[in-house]
């Protein structure tokens, strides 16, 4: 349909030729001698209006109710001009043939159903506007995505999912260790340990405690260290228990890792890969954007095209937390230096001090960012940036990497509550063997699809999200 409706001022261009169109029907209009049914096929969000009247093969299908909302049809006819004001051209049926009928009870009726409702048919919803529209977004960021990386010369390696290392150091790993025989099963509410005696490791697959991957990162940084400029695309799992609009359990991540290369490098590759993907959808999915501009954020198209082409703000930490201090509104969390930054904060950021622009703030205490971040002359505070949006929020994540062997070790050594320096060898071998200044970025891919289509549940940002309490489909 698209291939139709797009040329020259929606299709007249094909005026007179002879077509067949395959997709469900979405809607159907009986009047006394001519019947309306409307068919999509996802390629573009606009539907084919199709008439129909006695005389074309296969009318009787529609007498006899195979022709209904949800079904799956083939379509032959003449493109016409149309007369009503919807639509420029419309298919004038000779030949209709339903491929699969729709039982009365197919859920997705009317017009307008709510989000909410839609979560619970995550199978079906890709068949409504908003969802087909959020599809295609989100694949025009993907293609974007790899477009901007391989155009700038960087390497995509596929890091593992399955690993024994926590990136994050926060404890938010779903664990998949699996006891082959008689073992004993690790409780869900305790991360195994290595030297856990209650397990018998040797029965377990791994033969050590495994988990899904919180980031690709630690991995990207081996390839970094050989490749130069490396990045990742791949799902990320973390067993936060927060029900946010802004987070999932399963979620995908961009990982930007450069080699020789400090915080401005990183800070200015994660400003031209957010530009260089906002202009790409702004580009390339025309329809579908003014179509969220309508129905889902009114003034989100001008708002991207100001992503795309004003400089983002930068400011450190510290100059964060004294513009939160001096703002008149009360915050649910009060503010001091060395807190994290609350998303009420983060928005307040963006929304009110800078009104709609990015902004990345840059040199956070080291106490509350992850043990691989360098070291800033300070001793306080570490080389890491957080860029945040409006709406959304965090968007990206990122630092420049303790190189040096020395401190890192120092680092690492002061965390050992929590870290298994003895797992991390391979980590270190990086800067044992022609180490070399890095960084990085993590961006969460759903975030980016809620920031460029202005849908506000995570939720309905990616095809079959997983949260907690969740995982049907
Ligand atoms: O800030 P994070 O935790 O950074 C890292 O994982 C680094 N290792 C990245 C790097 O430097 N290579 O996560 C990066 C981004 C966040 O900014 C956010 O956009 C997204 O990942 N994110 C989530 N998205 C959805 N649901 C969640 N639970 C998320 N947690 C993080
Ligand atoms: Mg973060």
Request: charged share 25%; with cysteine.
């Amino acid at each position: 349909i698209s291939v139709i409706k797009g040329g020259s001022e929606q299709g007249m261009d094909r005026l007179g030729q002879n077509i067949v169109v395959k997709g469900w029907v979405r809607t159907l209009r009986v009047q006394s001698s001519i019947t309306f049914f409307e068919v999509n096929d996802g390629s573009c969000l606009s539907n084919m209006q199709c008439v129909i009247n006695s005389d074309a093969e296969g009318y009787d299908q529609l007498e006899s109710g195979f022709i209904t909302t949800g079904a799956s049809v083939s379509v032959e006819g003449v493109i016409v001009a149309s007369q009503g004001s919807k639509q420029k051209i419309e298919l004038k049926v000779a030949k209709v043939n339903t491929i699969g009928k729709s039982d009365p009870s197919y859920p997705i009726q009317k017009k307008r159903v709510s989000k909410e409702f839609l979560r619970t048919k995550a199978h079906l919803r890709p068949r409504t506007n908003t969802f087909g529209a959020v599809a295609r977004v989100r694949n025009a960021l993907a293609h974007g995505t790899h477009k901007f990386f391989q155009e700038n010369g960087f390497v995509w390696v596929s890091t593992p999912i399955i690993t024994a290392s926590d990136c994050e150091g926060a404890g938010e790993q779903f664990c998949v260790t699996t006891l082959i025989g008689d073992g004993i099963k690790s409780s869900a509410n305790s991360i195994p340990k290595t030297g856990d005696s209650s397990i018998d490791w040797s029965k377990d697959f791994f033969g050590k405690p495994a988990f899904l991957t919180v980031s690709g990162q630690l991995n990207a940084e081996t390839y970094a260290s050989a490749l130069t400029d490396v990045y990742t695309f791949g799902p990320t799992f973390r067993a936060e228990n927060s029900n946010t609009s802004r987070h999932l359990a399963e979620f995908w991540m961009i990982e930007p890792e450069l080699a020789f290369a400090d915080l401005d490098d990183d800070m200015a590759c994660a400003t031209a890969y957010l530009q260089y993907v906002v202009r790409y959808v702004l580009e390339n999915c025309k329809e579908d954007m003014d179509f969220f501009n309508s129905w889902i954020e009114k003034g989100i198209i001008d708002r991207l095209n100001n992503v795309a082409e004003k400089d983002f703000v930068q400011l450190t930490y510290t100059d964060a937390v004294e513009l939160l201090l001096k703002a008149k509104k009360k915050f649910e969390f009060p503010v001091k230096w060395g807190c994290d930054l609350q998303s009420e904060h983060e928005r307040y950021i963006t929304e009110d001090a800078f009104s709609g622009t990015p902004v990345i703030i840059r040199d956070y205490p080291k106490d509350i960012k992850a043990f691989y971040m360098r070291q800033n002359d300070d001793g306080k505070t570490v080389a890491a940036m957080d860029l945040l949006v409006p709406r959304v929020g965090e968007l990206m994540g990122g630092s420049q990497r303790e190189e040096r062997l020395d401190l890192l070790e120092l680092r690492m050594d002061e965390l050992k509550e929590t870290l298994n320096k003895d797992s991390y060898s391979w980590y270190l071998d990086l800067r044992r063997f022609g180490t070399v200044p890095h960084a990085g970025f993590g961006l969460g891919f759903e975030r980016l699809v809620q920031f460029a289509t202005g849908i506000e549940n995570i939720r309905d940002a990616i095809p079959f999200p997983r949260t907690p309490g969740s995982a049907e489909f």
